[in-house]
């Protein structure tokens, strides 16, 4: 089902109706804010598959899912509805909350990750970056909640103590740089 009425006074207009729906034959970043960062998650597990093995193609995607959710941080999340002149809610629909924007861009990402230290060290960066930007304190749980997920998926690599020392750091470029500025 795509559209349900509640509250009319009489009948719609089935051209009515179809004329409120917005059509396309390929997804929108309008309609579907979740869109983009379902793009740059597959470039990012397409680019640590065994066949590809390019953890700096993944390293790039997760630059940029770091700068939406950066943006997405400070937006108001819970805006499923839309009002009449009046306030009257006319229409509902299901939004993403900030915990479904975390678990598609990181989840897949984290998993195909397997032993790779530019990677991990560029996932806690990303989350690190998240935790000092988001203002609102469910959101820094749920930043947190990641951290802790990441740090579970060092820990149970096959890496050895040395490389899960490194890889629980944090890196925005990836190892290579024995100093921190």
């Avoid at 309008?30 to 093995?53: T, W």
Wanted: proline letters at 5%.
């Amino acid at each position: 089902m795509v559209l349900r009425v509640h509250g009319g006074r009489g009948p719609v207009a089935e051209p009515a109706l179809l004329r409120a729906i917005g059509r396309a034959k390929e997804r929108t970043f309008e309609q579907d804010p979740q869109y983009p960062f379902r793009l740059l998650v597959d470039i990012a597990i397409r680019a640590l598959s065994p066949a590809v093995n390019d953890p700096t193609t993944a390293v790039q995607a997760i630059d940029q899912i770091e700068d939406l959710l950066r943006r997405l941080g400070h937006s108001v999340l819970d805006a499923g509805y839309v009002a009449d002149e009046r306030g009257t809610v006319r229409v509902v629909f299901p939004t993403p909350t900030w915990d479904d924007y975390l678990r598609l861009a990181f989840d897949e990402i984290r998993l195909c990750a397997a032993d790779s230290l530019q990677v991990y060290r560029r996932l806690r960066s990303a989350l690190a970056g998240l935790l000092e930007s988001v203002g609102v304190d469910e959101r820094r749980v749920s930043v947190l909640h990641y951290l802790g997920r990441l740090e579970q998926g060092v820990a149970h690599s096959h890496l050895d103590a040395e490389d899960r020392q490194t890889a629980s750091g944090a890196d925005r470029q990836g190892p290579g740089l024995s100093r921190q500025a």
